[in-house]
């Protein structure tokens, strides 16, 4: 079969001929149609990934839509390596595959499914979202920053705040409120009144700098605030870095949780279950998640393309 293949650490993988998988016990082949290009499967790819592998010479991609052998529409997600999902065959755990609804075209439910499942996961496992909590989310320009929006309103979320740097994104989002985080320290006087007015959630999918100043502003003053929420700071990408500095008074005078949310810290099982949900709610939400799509075979030009929206690559 034709397949993506690694064959060295940091460079783009190459489209070439590779064995096709065969199902054992409790496994199944999937007939891939979409697999969503995401930061996780290039992290994985380039071996800088908490969860990547030690050797090269597997196919990438740890999600995808396809059909199984009955002929059924899934999404399936951490196929079985090196059978990675970038290829017209992947092979999954028999336990790792949810229907996709019938109104979702492939492509829309793998990227659905790709952008959506990590602010789904955080909003109803790691900080479980109350009706009427007030969210931001840092690093909303993105496209799982932009789910993360959807999702907040549809689990109940009364007001969403959009930090990003580039405004002509941030104002084209379904915010109640945007800041723009450049270089201006006004901004961060923006950030510290939006607190001030009471902050459930943070969803944070950049750290690094961006992460601290949101940090800062919501810890300045808060141990003298008297009767404000519990802030809970939901920390789910790294792309500006991977390390920030963090005094222990800024942990001791509030009330402030740090937690993370990915691969770890939710069993295999909550993730599977979690994509059947947001998946299932898709139609009705009407959730949004604009993509391009490319054939398999270019997947050595797309590894590098920057794009506003999610890459999406059909096998066939």
Same mark, same amino acid.
């Given at each position: 079969m034709k397949a993506a293949?690694?064959?060295t650490f940091g460079l783009p993988p190459t489209?070439? &001929?590779f064995p096709e998988p065969r199902a054992g016990a409790g496994e199944t082949v999937i007939g891939v149609h979409a697999v969503p290009l995401s %930061?996780?499967?290039?992290?994985?790819?380039?071996?800088?990934h908490y969860a990547s592998g030690k050797s090269?010479?597997?196919?990438?991609?740890v999600d995808g839509v396809g059909t199984d052998p009955s002929g059924r529409r899934v999404y399936f997600l951490l196929p079985k390596a090196p059978f990675g999902s970038m290829a017209e065959k992947s092979l999954a755990l028999a336990g790792m595959v949810v229907p996709v609804p019938d109104a979702?075209? &492939?492509?829309?439910a793998a990227a659905i499914a790709t952008g959506g499942l990590a602010s789904w996961v955080a909003?109803?496992?790691?900080? %479980?979202?109350?009706?009427?909590d007030t969210v931001l989310v840092n690093g909303a320009t993105g496209a799982a920053g932009g789910m993360a929006i959807q999702t907040a309103r549809f689990l109940g979320a009364t007001k969403v705040i959009a930090v990003g740097r580039n405004r002509a994104k941030l104002e084209r989002l379904d915010a109640d409120v945007t800041i723009v985080l450049d270089g201006d320290n006004d901004d961060d006087d923006l950030l510290r009144v939006q607190f001030d007015q009471g902050v459930n959630v943070v969803l944070d999918f950049l750290w690094g700098k961006p992460a601290v100043r949101v940090l800062r502003a919501a810890t300045k003053n808060r141990g003298s605030r008297l009767g404000e929420p519990l802030l809970r700071f939901v920390q789910i990408g790294t792309a500006p870095g991977d390390e920030i500095p963090i005094r222990g008074d800024m942990l001791r005078s509030t009330g402030i949780e740090l937690i993370g949310s990915g691969i770890g810290s939710v069993s295999v099982k909550e993730l599977v279950t979690a994509a059947g949900e947001l998946l299932a709610a898709a139609p009705a939400a009407g959730?949004?998640?604009?993509?391009?799509?490319?054939?398999?075979s270019a997947v050595t030009e797309a590894w590098s393309e920057v794009s506003e929206t999610r890459v999406l690559l059909r096998p066939s």
């Amino acid at each position: 079969m034709k397949a993506a293949i690694v064959e060295t650490f940091g460079l783009p993988p190459t489209y070439a &001929d590779f064995p096709e998988p065969r199902a054992g016990a409790g496994e199944t082949v999937i007939g891939v149609h979409a697999v969503p290009l995401s %930061p996780i499967v290039r992290a994985l790819a380039a071996g800088l990934h908490y969860a990547s592998g030690k050797s090269a010479g597997f196919v990438p991609g740890v999600d995808g839509v396809g059909t199984d052998p009955s002929g059924r529409r899934v999404y399936f997600l951490l196929p079985k390596a090196p059978f990675g999902s970038m290829a017209e065959k992947s092979l999954a755990l028999a336990g790792m595959v949810v229907p996709v609804p019938d109104a979702l075209s &492939d492509e829309h439910a793998a990227a659905i499914a790709t952008g959506g499942l990590a602010s789904w996961v955080a909003l109803s496992r790691r900080a %479980p979202l109350q009706r009427g909590d007030t969210v931001l989310v840092n690093g909303a320009t993105g496209a799982a920053g932009g789910m993360a929006i959807q999702t907040a309103r549809f689990l109940g979320a009364t007001k969403v705040i959009a930090v990003g740097r580039n405004r002509a994104k941030l104002e084209r989002l379904d915010a109640d409120v945007t800041i723009v985080l450049d270089g201006d320290n006004d901004d961060d006087d923006l950030l510290r009144v939006q607190f001030d007015q009471g902050v459930n959630v943070v969803l944070d999918f950049l750290w690094g700098k961006p992460a601290v100043r949101v940090l800062r502003a919501a810890t300045k003053n808060r141990g003298s605030r008297l009767g404000e929420p519990l802030l809970r700071f939901v920390q789910i990408g790294t792309a500006p870095g991977d390390e920030i500095p963090i005094r222990g008074d800024m942990l001791r005078s509030t009330g402030i949780e740090l937690i993370g949310s990915g691969i770890g810290s939710v069993s295999v099982k909550e993730l599977v279950t979690a994509a059947g949900e947001l998946l299932a709610a898709a139609p009705a939400a009407g959730f949004q998640a604009p993509f391009k799509t490319l054939p398999l075979s270019a997947v050595t030009e797309a590894w590098s393309e920057v794009s506003e929206t999610r890459v999406l690559l059909r096998p066939s």
